[in-house]
């Protein structure tokens, strides 16, 4: 298995604010060809892509900017999520830091196709150097036309604006997150109606994760054709996996979609466990995915096939876990995390999380009941069912697998409770 | 030294032009990385600016973990 850098070529190969660098390896011809062809065209081209959000919950991109793009009146809104707020993902900071050129042409090429003159990108609190490096991009940017007033020439008028968080994990939600720019608290919405009918004060808006916007200029400069022969049938294009836990070398690895499988990504790009001591557990996607257990390490880099296996690809954070801890460690460190980070808009989550971690600590300090076990999976099932965000409905997921796949573990530490 | 001065307010609201809905949230981070929190003349300055009401401000700022609504204490 070898690493295929497409979306990462430049990373490190020109300073970041080197504008005519970036040009010179190619940079802007995407967003020149979009400027030459209409919006519905270049829509178009990235629904036949096939390119799926890179966030998380994977929504074809194409689709959304459709449905913006059909509110022909008044403003709209173009928003960058780079809040990487999900546990063991780390990856849009590569191209943040590394690449921002091409994430800032594929948001004025988002921008311009779905009639936005108002973006946005909310960068993480924690990442204030990529902020301020951003803010600089901005400055940069204006001076050479590609933001203002008729962009590169055309009739198009992007603004941006460069937003740092200010702590919540949920606002990398994107309704919390269009609350936040609202001067709100970041909370989540129910939804319908969806951002992309009435987001940022209550306009038309599309979120979009860097990953998934950093993939848009190469597929407008290179043509579908070359974006499809990446990757496997149904999932085209290259991945950033964040492998990190008990592993020897953790860090991001740009892969094929279905390149190869977990097992490989643990052992040829981790280099093995840290301690040499076989996998316990895998968390596929992201610290709110589900538990696989080492069963499942042949299991393909596909959404597909991680989904058959019964977790989700999500964010591509690969959270890996050896033999000598229980699981009830495992979910401790995920609910330590969770537990602190509702925003409180739902009484499933806002309730369940807390109940949810006293259960989990309870069991790891002797304190453990059988019928704590199954409040935990009852709570848990309700969260999934009934929550109105995206955090609320998967925080239990590594709660519930573990349950049924170390279902021993637990046993044991309600034993070892009761004697 | 952080520490909140009128002279530095009001260059900050200079170099942003105007305070508007739309980059309230935005420029409220400015102000905290400036001042080192959000000093309470500064929430009655902006819910006049911009229609919003202090208390809808002040609800948000101490919402946030990174906000700070008072200076913090020098050691």
Redesign the interface.
Same mark, same amino acid.
């Given at each position: 298995m070898k690493e295929n850098k497409v979306l990462t070529q430049r990373v490190g190969k020109y300073k970041p604010l080197d504008l005519k660098a970036y040009q010179a390896m190619g940079g802007f011809k995407g967003l020149r060809r979009a400027l030459s062809m209409t919006v519905e065209s270049v829509i178009e081209e990235i629904r036949r892509s096939g390119l799926t959000g890179r966030g998380g919950a994977g929504f074809p991109t194409g689709l959304k900017w459709a449905s913006a793009a059909q509110d022909k009146q008044g403003p709209k809104y173009f928003i960058c999520n780079a809040d990487e707020g999900e546990l063991g993902t780390f990856k849009d900071k590569v191209l943040l830091d590394g690449d921002p050129w091409a994430v800032l042409e594929g948001m004025l090429i988002a921008a311009c196709a779905i009639g936005a003159e108002q973006a946005y990108i909310y960068i993480k609190g924690e990442y204030d150097k990529t902020a301020e490096l951003w803010e600089k991009l901005a400055g940069e940017a204006e001076k050479a036309n590609l933001l203002g007033d008729g962009i590169l020439g055309s009739g198009f008028s992007v603004n941006l604006q460069v937003v740092r968080g200010r702590g919540p994990y949920v606002a990398g939600e994107e309704f919390a997150l269009i609350s936040s720019l609202e001067a709100c608290r970041a909370m989540s919405r129910l939804k319908p109606p969806y951002p992309t009918e009435k987001g940022l004060f209550g306009r038309p808006t599309v979120v979009n994760n860097v990953e998934t916007i950093a993939n848009v200029p190469m597929i407008l400069a290179n043509g579908i054709e070359k974006y499809l022969s990446l990757g496997v049938e149904g999932e085209p294009g290259t991945r950033l996996f964040s492998l990190s836990g008990d592993v020897k070398r953790p860090g991001v690895y740009e892969l094929e979609m279905g390149a190869g499988t977990l097992e490989e990504l643990i052992n040829e790009f981790g280099q093995g466990t840290k301690n040499g001591r076989p996998v316990k557990a895998v968390q596929p996607g992201g610290g709110t995915s589900a538990l696989l257990s080492r069963d499942s390490l042949g299991c393909r880099l596909t959404a597909k096939a991680i989904s058959e296996a019964g977790s989700g690809i999500g964010t591509a954070g690969v959270i890996v876990y050896e033999e000598g801890k229980s699981a009830i460690d495992i979910v401790k460190g995920l609910m330590e995390f969770y537990g602190v980070e509702s925003c409180g808009r739902c009484a499933p989550c806002r309730i369940g999380v807390v109940r949810m971690k006293e259960i989990v600590d309870n069991l790891s300090c002797g304190k453990g009941t059988a019928k704590g076990l199954t409040q935990l999976r009852e709570i848990g099932k309700v969260c999934v069912a009934t929550a109105t965000c995206g955090m609320g409905q998967a925080f239990p997921l590594p709660v519930l697998s573990a349950l049924e796949l170390f279902g021993e573990d637990f046993e044991m530490a309600v034993q070892e409770s009761s004697v | 030294m952080k520490g909140f001065k009128v002279q530095s307010y009001q260059n900050l609201l200079e170099s942003v032009g105007s305070v508007k809905?739309?980059?309230?949230?935005?420029f409220?981070?400015k102000v905290?990385d400036t001042f080192g929190y959000v000093p309470r003349e500064v929430v009655c300055d902006l819910a006049a600016r911009?229609g *919003?009401s202090e208390a %809808? *401000?002040y609800?948000?700022l101490t919402?946030? %973990?990174?906000?700070k609504v008072e200076a913090e204490a020098s050691g």
């Open positions: - | 809905r739309e980059n309230l949230f935005g409220l981070g905290q911009t *919003i %809808r *401000i609800g948000a919402s946030y %973990r990174d906000f």
